[in-house]
């Protein structure tokens, strides 16, 4: 299973960034993606997560109500729409994959991940 996460830049407060999760070699009906973040200096920590078994989407009360989540099945993408972006979001974001429904917040639970992209919010 390959996970590659793209979308990464530089924009404002108050912008907006999309960033993808294309996964390959994963065949399966039933998974769960998740996105954490870890800005410098900091842990890892969970942002969102999306469970396909019911389209069930979660996030950090951090992002709660300006980040949403969504899907491509045909073409193995799950992406992560960041609004009203402020400078404590700057991180490196990353996706992860779990083989089951389950959206666990600890970086520990997740067996796949992406490679991590950086996203900076500044004026």
């Known amino acids: 299973v390959q996970l590659q996460a793209s979308g990464r830049g530089l924009v404002q407060p108050g912008g907006f960034l999309r960033l993808s999760c294309a996964a390959s070699?994963?065949?399966?009906?039933?998974?769960?993606i998740g996105w954490f973040r870890q800005a410098l200096g900091k842990e890892r920590e969970w942002v969102s997560c999306?469970?396909?078994?019911?389209?069930?989407?979660y996030f950090a009360d951090s992002v709660k109500g300006r980040f949403t989540i969504s899907r491509d099945n045909a073409k193995n993408t799950v992406y992560l729409q960041m609004n009203m972006l402020k400078p404590e979001d700057t991180a490196v974001y990353y996706c992860?994959?779990?083989?089951?429904?389950?959206?666990?917040?600890?970086?520990?639970?997740?067996?796949?991940w992406g490679q991590g992209t950086q996203v900076t919010v500044s004026s």
């Open positions: 999306f469970s396909s078994s019911d389209g069930s989407t």
């Open positions: 070699g994963f065949t399966k009906s039933v998974y769960a």
């Open positions: 992860a994959l779990r083989e089951d429904r389950l959206c666990y917040s600890g970086a520990y639970y997740w067996k796949y």
